[in-house]
């Protein structure tokens, strides 16, 4: 059967296997996590190194980093034992643009071995309006930008600093070059067929009463969806003293952000190196020493 290339498949068609994008698939289809990026270019205050990328998963799990020879070889051995693996993602550790060579190289390997699986992306987004259309010729059908803010007043309590162009940029002037970048590659993504999640974390005090106006700006650029995601103070990081977002207070801008885009309900937030389906993660099975399971209870 010939493959459809991204602009023929319907928005349908490119969610309905895919376990973030739609509910009805979480319940069938299972995810691959490669762990190949673990620098970072910017320097969020909800983040501490120590750990995995907050934007996308839980805080206080760290993954190992795989080269993208043996994320190939683990890609192997997961698909010949799960059937329903579906997506391959990569979700750091750190941020999958700022490891571009990995996360390139990563994909192409796999698309040698598998013409069919699907590939997900997860981002901060700085580095999207350079790479956007690499990443549509490497066939990724799905790209998460994390968008906390779009007014650089409120990203300078977000942002520490970002590292751009060779040059460390830090308050109101770094935030304004992320959210520039995060807006202009929503954009082209979008243009291209891709379907953009954006990620939101709620944190009290800080983003909470401006995160309806994200949500509607990243609609008008042609996101998918959006989904909130709580702040779960990390140790060592500058957030570290600040209330955990409430399930209720999450679950209370949900529906408010429903009126303007679809809202992601089923997040796990994941580790980089969660295997399986969203609720019943066996990355245990594949992974030589690891003790936990890779999902917390459901966000929100
Ligand atoms: Fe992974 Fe993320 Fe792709 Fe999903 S996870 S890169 S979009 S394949 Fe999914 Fe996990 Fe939530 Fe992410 S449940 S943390 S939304
Ligand atoms: Fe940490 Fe932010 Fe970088 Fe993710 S994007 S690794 S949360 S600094």
């Known amino acids: ?19 973030c994008y739609s509910y009805d698939a979480h319940h069938k289809y299972a995810r691959l996590h490669l762990p190949v990026a ?5 320097s969020c205050n909800y983040c501490s190194r ?58 192409e390997l796999i698309r040698e071995e598998d013409k069919e699986v699907t590939f997900c992306l997860s981002t901060n987004g700085l580095l999207l309006p350079e790479l956007a259309e690499e990443i549509v010729r490497l066939e990724v059908h ?16 977000i942002y520490k600093s970002i590292h751009y162009g060779g040059q460390l940029y830090s ?22 067929g891709v379907l953009v999640k954006v990620n939101t974390v709620m ?22 969806t959006s989904n909130i995601m709580p702040l779960i103070p990390v ?4 957030f570290e003293d600040l209330p955990p977002t409430s399930a209720k207070r999450i679950a209370e801008m949900r529906k408010e952000c429903g009126e303007h ?15 399986g389906m969203l609720g019943n993660d066996c990355s245990d099975q594949f992974i030589k020493g690891r003790k936990k399971c890779s999902c917390r209870q459901e966000a929100g």
């Open 1 to 19: 059967m010939k493959r459809l290339l991204l602009e023929e498949k319907s928005v349908e068609e490119k969610a309905k296997k895919h376990p």
């Open 38 to 42: 673990p620098q970072c270019n910017i």
């Open 50 to 107: 120590k750990f995995d990328c907050v934007n996308e998963s839980r805080p206080g799990v760290t993954s190992e980093i795989l080269m993208p020879g043996k994320a190939l070889d683990r890609f192997k051995m997961v698909r010949d034992q799960l059937p329903n693996l579906s997506v391959v993602g990569i979700a750091g550790p750190g941020d999958a643009l700022a490891n571009w060579d990995k996360t390139k190289r990563t994909l």
């Open 142 to 157: 799905h790209v998460t930008v994390t968008v906390n803010c779009i007014h650089p007043a409120i990203g300078a309590s």
């Open 171 to 192: 308050g109101i002037e770094g935030a304004r070059i992320l959210i520039r970048n995060q807006i202009e590659g929503i954009k082209k993504l979008a243009e291209k």
């Open 203 to 224: 944190i009290q005090g800080v983003n909470d009463h401006h995160i309806p106006d994200v949500v509607k700006k990243v609609k008008e650029l042609g996101a998918f």
């Open 235 to 238: 140790q060592g990081s500058v």
């Open 261 to 275: 885009l679809q809202q992601m309900m089923h997040c796990k937030q994941c580790r980089a190196d969660a295997i």
